[in-house]
Nanobody
Framework: QVQLVESGGGLVQAGGSLRLSCAAS????????MGWFRQAPGKEREFVAT????????YYAGSVRGRYTISRDNAKNTVYLQMNSLKPEDTAVYYC?????????????????????WGQGTQVTVSS
């Protein structure tokens, strides 16, 4: 079973930046669609961004579009989430996930059910 390990979380002031990494234990990012989700205390898990394995097509949640950038390094089996202009409401545990499904509509990857494999998460805290 694949292991997804997130890193790069931490404490940052509002307006700052962080880059999260998700390393897969096997070849994943070049053959699967990868996604980032987040979950704030007391809230449901929320979609952040996804990148398709075949074309590199990307889809973002409206709340992060223009501030976050998802990317991948196939050689390193790693997907990244560059987060800029961070806001206190971005505070959450961020999870990396891998989907084994193919959907022609990228928006389908914004649903948790599209993903079979999940990392343990990394905490991001944005202070005001």
């Amino acid at each position: 079973q694949v292991q997804l390990v997130e890193s790069g979380g931490g404490l940052v002031q509002a307006g700052g930046s962080l880059r999260l990494s998700c390393a897969a234990s096997e070849r994943s990012v070049s053959t699967y669609t990868m996604g980032w989700f987040r979950q704030a205390p007391g809230k449901e898990r929320e979609f952040v961004a996804t990148i398709r394995w075949s074309t590199g097509a990307i889809y973002y949640a409206g709340s992060v579009r223009g501030r976050y950038t998802i990317s991948r390094d196939n050689a390193k089996n790693t997907v990244y989430l560059q987060m800029n202009s961070l806001k206190p409401e971005d505070t959450a545990v961020y999870y990396c996930a891998r989907s084994r499904n193919y959907y022609s509509d990228l928006e389908r990857y914004s649903r948790s059910y599209a993903y079979a494999d999940w990392g343990q998460g990394t905490q991001v805290t944005v202070s005001s």
